[in-house]
């Protein structure tokens, strides 16, 4: 794989890392992040007038989604300071560290079962699917576009609305 795709994952992750903790805080709700991870990315490369390799952006799209689960996490760290309760930095070390055992160990027959022997049960992961088919291929550079150019401007107008207080 190329850096790009590390560095783009490693801030794309950060991104959505933050958009999860503020959404969930705002409206109680959390985006999976691979389809917006996805699309950023695609977007960016297309852009920038290079390919976009499916692997590349299964890999983004995967750290992306990693990010913003952690953004959860980080709000759960965050409820547990405002009920009177802060944890310390170790404490949130390991129960990181264990939260994400327990999902590596639970995944692993999970993959078996829903990726290999049949096919994906999850709308979201029917979603993700079709989305990186069509940023991948040729025919769907004109709606990257578009939808790239979307969604980087309804993420100024929400973050922006929220600094400069107008909505």
């Known amino acids: 794989m190329k850096i790009r795709t590390?560095?783009?994952g490693y801030f794309l992750a950060m991104l959505l890392c933050g958009i999860n903790s503020y959404l969930t805080l705002k409206v109680g709700?959390?985006?999976e992040g691979v389809c917006i991870t996805a699309l950023l990315y695609a977007g960016a490369l297309i852009l920038m007038h290079t390919k976009?390799?499916?692997e590349e952006l299964a890999l983004v799209a995967t750290m992306g989604s990693a990010g913003g689960a952690f953004g959860?996490?980080?709000n759960f760290y965050a409820a547990f300071y405002l009920i009177g309760h802060p944890m310390t930095f170790w404490q949130m070390v390991i129960f990181s560290l264990l939260t994400s055992?327990?999902?590596l160990v639970t995944n692993i027959p999970l993959r078996q079962l829903y990726i290999v022997e049949e096919p994906l049960p999850w709308p979201g992961s029917q979603a993700a699917i079709a989305t990186m088919n069509i940023l991948g291929g040729n025919e769907g550079r004109k709606q990257t576009i578009v939808?790239?150019?979307f969604t980087t401007f309804s993420f100024?107008?929400?973050?922006?609305?929220?600094?400069?207080?107008f909505s």
Not at 156 to 165: A, M, P
């Open 6 to 8: 590390w560095i783009a």
């Open 29 to 31: 709700v959390i985006e």
């Open 147 to 149: 939808l790239f150019t």
């Open 72 to 74: 959860f996490i980080a």
């Open 52 to 54: 976009v390799v499916s």
């Open 101 to 103: 055992m327990l999902g």
């Open 156 to 165: 100024l107008y929400v973050f922006g609305s929220q600094i400069l207080e």
